[in-house]
């Protein structure tokens, strides 16, 4: 399979200042016209913290001629307030939601009137029928706050049944691990498109960083590795995108439906994987 049978998409998260918003538009445009993304997601902040910023962003790519899809994440949140962000994104003529069940804000300790992604899911699908494209979160190495492998794995089929179109995985450096988790959904009658996450290694503090946080396994051979260059960011980087580009490859070779970059707000890292991978 080559990398132009498949669809490749990138994820943003909204700037918090100007010139971020001016330099995201200069990276969205630069992406468009190297690997023609077929949509961009917007990340949500915790309970919405960065809702207007979502949307600014989602303006900016529609008005660049992106196909935009939002975040949108329930917990902390009422209904009402779902309602009428959703009928905003209708307005704007978004067409694919990401949904999330999403993370409570530090300090709050109300989870709100949804509880998981699926009755998000379902919320979705009873105000606007099928207007939307729902994309769901998927987790091959399971959700750090999950009571076991089979409870997430029922979360997960939970959703598809509520009405999710595909979904996109967490990033993993194994691929055995998506290729199991589609096996295991399957035998639970789940057969939509299931797209694997990547994330382009640029700075191994930032990725240890945040797999920490997410629960996504940095397998100890690539720890190590990353580790024995200590400050060598350029060593860094070439390897990493040696890594990214061979589990794109391992992932392109099995099947997978696309590829779905977690761009960092950065054009060239996930340019270049997609160049290997032509």
């Known amino acids: 399979m080559k990398i132009s049978e498949i669809e490749v998409s990138v994820e943003f998260f909204p700037p918090k200042t100007p010139e971020g918003a001016s330099k995201l538009n200069l990276v969205s445009q630069r992406l468009t016209e190297a690997i023609k993304p077929s949509f961009c997601s917007v990340t949500f902040g915790a309970g919405g913290s960065t809702q207007e910023g979502t949307i600014s962003t989602v303006q900016q790519l529609l008005a660049n001629g992106n196909d935009a899809a939002p975040h949108l994440s329930c917990v902390g949140s009422s209904k009402e307030n779902v309602l009428s962000l959703v009928q905003r994104y209708q ?3 978004v067409k694919r939601i990401v949904a999330l069940r999403g993370d409570l804000p530090s300090g709050m300790g109300q989870y709100g009137e949804f509880h998981h992604a699926n009755e998000l899911v379902s919320f979705i699908r009873e105000k606007t029928g099928d207007w939307f494209h729902i994309e769901v979160a998927a987790y091959p190495e399971f959700h750090p706050q999950s009571i076991s492998a089979e409870a997430d794995l029922q979360h997960f089929v939970n959703k598809v049944k ?6 996109i995985t967490q990033y993993f450096f194994n691929s055995d691990a998506y290729f199991q988790f589609l096996d295991d959904v399957e035998s639970r009658g789940v057969s939509i498109d299931i797209v694997p996450g990547i994330m382009p290694i640029t700075s191994s503090t930032q990725l240890m960083r945040f797999s920490d946080t997410c629960g996504a396994e940095i397998p100890r051979w690539l720890r190590r590795r990353l580790e024995g260059f200590g400050d060598d960011t350029e060593s860094i980087k070439a390897f990493g995108e040696e890594v990214v ?4 490859l391992q992932l392109m070779s099995g099947g997978a439906p696309g590829l779905h970059f977690y761009s960092l ?3 060239e890292p996930t340019i270049q994987i997609v160049k290997n991978l032509a």
Not at 162 to 167: F, T
Not at 245 to 248: A, K, M
């Open 265 to 267: 707000n950065m054009a």
């Open 162 to 167: 509520a009405g999710a179109n595909s979904a």
């Open 91 to 93: 307005e704007m003529g």
């Open 245 to 248: 580009s061979d589990l794109c």
